[in-house]
């Protein structure tokens, strides 16, 4: 299974015709709400900062 992670501002859609090309499948489906908060940190329809990197770009700091 691959994550991919789009992004799309509140006045527009995502082409899933243009998306499933560019990823080179023929389907894709999205995450129940509990999984897609597991893996991108937010909730589903939240406004996130595109800015942050997100939990899985934390970097190790252990020592």
Same mark, same amino acid.
């Given at each position: /299974?691959?994550?991919? #992670?789009?992004?799309?501002? @509140? !006045?527009?859609? $995502?082409? #899933? ?6 990823? @080179?499948?023929?389907?894709?489906? $999205? ?9 991108? @940190?937010?909730?589903?329809? /939240? ?5 942050? *990197? @997100? *939990?899985?770009?934390?970097? !190790?700091?252990? *020592?």
């Amino acid at each position: /299974m691959t994550t991919c #992670w789009s992004p799309v501002p @509140g !006045d527009r859609t $995502l082409s #899933w015709k243009k998306l499933r090309a560019l990823l @080179g499948v023929s389907r894709i489906s $999205l995450p129940d709400a509990h999984e897609g908060r597991q893996v991108t @940190g937010y909730e589903r329809g /939240m406004v996130a900062d595109v800015t942050d *990197p @997100g *939990p899985s770009a934390t970097p !190790d700091r252990s *020592p």
